[in-house]
């Protein structure tokens, strides 16, 4: 798998449905840090997802501690609207750990703190808008790494 999407405590069902769908036609492996906002039954969560969610990759983490202890080892980016670095700044490789927060307050500050080195954001030409849908973002982000991979 080249890259893996990590949604930290995700609490829209129909954008983490999207996101599974962009996961498997992007050959991408989902990981979701509990608790959820949703539960895994959610006909919205399968309706975004289509008939694809039997096919898709994913893991679930009971806590971000869990899903750290596991990954220790891997290389991560985070993204946020405090980012200082743009998203195209990324040298994505194939097993990156791509990790968004949750939909109302994003990553929390702890983790912001932790790996400001590591944070990045994408860029907004807007001053009337925050932030781009969760779902949309993990799809520019995505589709960057791609481009760089296949190049």
Known sequence: MPLNIVLFEPEIP???GNIGRLALASGSKLHLVKPFGFELSDSRLKRAGLDYWQHL????YDSIEDFF???HDKEFVFFSSHGQKSHWEISFKDDLFLIFGKE???LPKP???TYIN???KIPLYSEHIRSLNL???VSVVIYEGLRQLNS
Do not use: P
């Open 14 to 16: 129909n954008n983490t």
């Open 57 to 60: 990759d994913v893991t679930i």
């Open 69 to 71: 202890k596991i990954h």
């Open 104 to 106: 109302s307050v994003g």
């Open 111 to 113: 983790m912001i703190e």
């Open 118 to 120: 590591q944070l990045y």
């Open 135 to 137: 779902a949309n973002a």
